[in-house]
């Protein structure tokens, strides 16, 4: 049986399973729409900036060069590392995927599965993923046939995530403009609300700023406006708050459902937040987010490797069902409300122990008693994983 693997998309996720699936001696082909590596620091606004230290967001065998860096940085580091492995002649540039099918066993056949795929293996089965692309140059279309497909588009993809509302309380009401990100052109010289308070509305925020030069110090500038621009700027927090206090009082957000406006998504909890009990050959990597995603994706990435090496066993479709369950409710239990966009951030560590338990690996990586309870896991630590294995200890 042939062996093909295609994988979609050629951000972080997609270069870390390229890059450990070929370690494994499969041939597989990456399809990226764009015309380059690097996903969704492609699109970033100018003011992002890493939040991590080098340590902690770095691959494990590419060391960062430095502590802070910015978003074209930070695309350089992942082109470099394309580059360093080998990946970009397995790339199929400018290729927009616009559709995978799964032909092969009837419906009914696959219902009545005990094992993923018929025989718990990732090429166990008779199908095959009839993959639709679309190049981007000349809109020519073409179906490739894989025997596997790796999904690692993230979940901020290119399509945007625009809610339903009601009628008459929607856009509509407002008469400035809506857009979803910020433009140097858009703002300039203009008032502008910025709706939300998180990582995303800072970096808006301070785009803004830039752009408009608020409470930044200019060269030249006189001894007035430093003073007024260096008194303020130990004001932002008090302001802020009290002119979220007065949006709230003035603008009848509450009333339109727009001040805690969330996106429900239909959302499938995965076997190892990798592999679906009930879809046969296909992985998703890059969708389930971490302190720090580089790090959840590289294991992730090595355990796909492994299991489409045969060397590790899935359990019955009813084992991962009931696991699924088991951790749904864990999730529920730290994210309530916001299970839907939740992460691994407070178990991840434990999470990287079950990948590594899975491929026979020892998943204490930390030097000593004191090392292994005290200092922070790196992507260091789980370096080397695929390419030997060591022992293990309880």
Known sequence: MEKR???????????????????????????????SVG??????????????????????????????SSHTEALEYLESYACHFGIIPYIKFHSRVVSIDYIGEPYAEMESWDLWG???????????????????????????????VVLCIGRFRGVPNIPE???NQGPEMFSGKVIQVSAAELIRRKRIAIVGSQKTALYIAAECANANELLVHKPSETFLLKFLATILSHLRWGISKFAESYLRWKLPLKKYGLWNLRVNNLSAIFKKQIVHPQIPQLAIIGYAEGFSGLIGFEVRSQWLAHFLDGKVALPSIKEMEKDVI??????????????????????????????CKDMGCE????????????????PADYAGITSKRMMKTD
Not at 41 to 61: C, G, P, R, V
Not at 328 to 347: D, F, P
Not at 363 to 378: C, L, M, N, V, W
Request: proline share 4%; with cysteine; charged share 25%.
């Open 39 to 68: 996903g969704l620091w492609k699109h970033t606004i100018e003011s992002t900036k890493l939040q991590n230290a080098k340590e902690s967001y770095q691959f494990s065998d590419l060391p960062r060069r430095r502590s802070v």
């Open 5 to 35: 693997v295609a994988i979609i998309g050629a951000g972080m996720s997609g270069l870390l399973a390229c890059k450990y699936i070929l370690e494994k001696g499969f041939d597989p082909i990456v399809f990226e729409a764009t015309e």
């Open 118 to 148: 018929g025989t718990g293996k990732p090429f166990g089965s008779r199908g095959k993923w009839h993959i639709r692309v679309q190049d981007s140059k000349c809109c020519s279309t073409e179906v490739h046939q894989v025997e596997f």
């Open 326 to 355: 088991v951790w749904e409710n864990s999730m529920k239990q730290y994210a309530g409300r916001y299970l839907q966009r939740s992460c691994l951030g407070s178990i991840y560590i434990w999470y990287n122990d079950q990948l």
């Open 363 to 378: 998943h204490k990586r930390k030097k000593g008693i004191f090392a292994e309870y005290f200092q922070p896991y790196e």
């Open 165 to 167: 509302f009601p009628p």
